[in-house]
């Protein structure tokens, strides 16, 4: 189950591969980046949004920070400039890492309870799963990310974990 280390290498796994993709579409036109690619959120911009808001969603829960405004029907529609996203990203990931840092090993007992929007309803559920949701999540909408930016002619960094660069272990 979850701990304190797994989060630490998440945490820093998270900053990692959103360096790298953030990068790769930077390369991209703006044109290339909203293009709808066919997947769920459909393009590459609206799916990094839709990622940043459920972090947000989650770490709001875990720590208390400012939750987005709308839901997840709002999600992919978050990023008005690009530019300005990229700067926030960066910034939510540092606050994520953060949190991963200050999280005490008692934290990961007992239960998490919240609306949900997506269900409409009360839900109560072991933080170690909900941990593992937020960094499932996003892993699974990076790699929707992953495969439209080498579709699009980017070509961003491995994505194992075991090839994660020295610098970010000592974050």
């Keep these: 189950m979850p701990n304190k280390e797994y989060t630490l290498t998440m945490a820093r796994y998270n900053f990692w591969q959103n360096e790298s993709l953030l990068a790769a579409a930077d390369n991209l036109s703006n044109s290339e980046r909203v293009k709808d690619r066919g997947a769920f959120f459909g393009s590459i911009q609206r799916t990094f949004s839709h990622i940043l808001w459920g972090d947000m969603i989650w770490m709001s829960r875990f720590a208390g920070t400012p939750a987005p405004e709308g839901g997840i029907h709002d999600s992919a529609d978050m990023v008005t400039s690009w530019?300005?996203?990229?700067?926030?990203?960066?910034?939510?990931?540092?606050?994520?890492?953060?949190?991963?840092h200050e999280v005490t090993p008692d934290w990961f007992e007992g239960d998490l309870s919240w609306f949900s929007g997506?269900?409409?309803?009360?839900?109560?559920?072991?933080?170690s799963i909900l941990v593992i949701q937020l960094f499932n999540h996003q892993t699974h909408h990076r790699g929707q990310v992953h495969a439209m930016l080498t579709s699009a002619g980017a070509q961003p960094e491995d994505t194992d974990v075991p090839f994660m660069p020295e610098r970010f272990l000592k974050m």
């Design 83 to 100: 530019e300005q996203f990229c700067i926030e990203r960066k910034a939510f990931d540092k606050r994520i890492l953060q949190w991963a």
């Design 118 to 127: 997506v269900l409409g309803r009360d839900l109560s559920k072991a933080k």
